[in-house]
Each structure stands twice: as structure tokens, then as C-alpha cells.
């Protein structure tokens, strides 16, 4: 069912884990199957240092959250809040349809913890 990138992905996953100090983190659930996605990023100057994630999904979610953080290391934030669930399973080159909603959760999880550090930062100010 799943192509060999997305295999690759699901059984090596990149960058799966916490930062301890992260500068933001972001959680999708999908309340229908109740699987989870969290990010973590780690900003510096402007860009995404480190991405880290975990999920408690299916194969997709895996995958797809390895491609995610791929996608997304290095990048500046704007660049980051670009990737979407689109680019996620265009890199992956394709997912099954009925897989499609899973790799929903990487992006916006992605966007929520970016979301979640520009909230911390305008709280500094
Ligand atoms: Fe739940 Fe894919 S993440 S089935
Ligand atoms: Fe839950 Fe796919 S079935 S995200």
C-alpha cells in the first residue's frame, strides 16, 4: 500500500524525539481516531535550528512527520509556514488516499508550534 519513500520514512524515522527546551511546541489531534501529532522546534535567528516529533498514529503520521521535520530544518520561519500538508505527501511521493488526513496532522502541527513561539516571544516584549 505505501511506496517506498513513505516506507523508508516509517521505518527509519527522522528526528523523532523532544527538545527539552524547545522554543515551541504544537500538538493536532484528530478527535475521530484519536491520534496524535506533537512538534517541537527549536528557533534561532530566524530559522528553524532543530525539529523534532512524535506521534502515537499509523504508518502515515510517521512518515509523514519524518518528511515534515526534513522539510522544515533550516528553513526561515516564513519558509516553514509554507510547507503544507501538500508538500508533505508530495515529498513523500504520495500517499494512499484513505492515508491522506494523517498526513494532515504534520504541517499543522508544524504551523501550531511556530504559532506557539511567536506567542512566547511577544509575551518577552
Ligand atoms: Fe491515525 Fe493515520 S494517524 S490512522
Ligand atoms: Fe486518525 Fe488518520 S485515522 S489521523
Redesign the pocket.
Known amino acids: 500500500m505505501y511506496n517506498q519513500t513513505v516506507m523508508d520514512h516509517f521505518e527509519n524515522p527522522r528526528n523523532v524525539g523532544e527538545i527539552p527546551d524547545a522554543s515551541g511546541v504544537g500538538e493536532v489531534g ?1 478527535i475521530t ?1 484519536g ?1 496524535i501529532l506533537r512538534v517541537y522546534i527549536k528557533v534561532n535567528e530566524g530559522k528553524l535550528e532543530d525539529v523534532k516529533y512524535m506521534t502515537f ?2 504508518g ?2 510517521v512518515a509523514s512527520g519524518s518528511m515534515m521535520t526534513e522539510l522544515a530544518k533550516g528553513k526561515t520561519i516564513d519558509e516553514a509556514m509554507e510547507i503544507t500538508n501538500n508538500s508533505v505527501a508530495e515529498a513523500l511521493n504520495g500517499l494512499p488516499p484513505q ?1 491522506k488526513h ?1 498526513s494532515n ?1 504534520a504541517a499543522d502541527a508544524l504551523h501550531k508550534a511556530i504559532e506557539d513561539w511567536q506567542k512566547k516571544s511577544a509575551d518577552k516584549e
Open positions: 484528530n481516531c491520534d498514529g499509523c502515515a503520521a492515508k494523517c496532522l
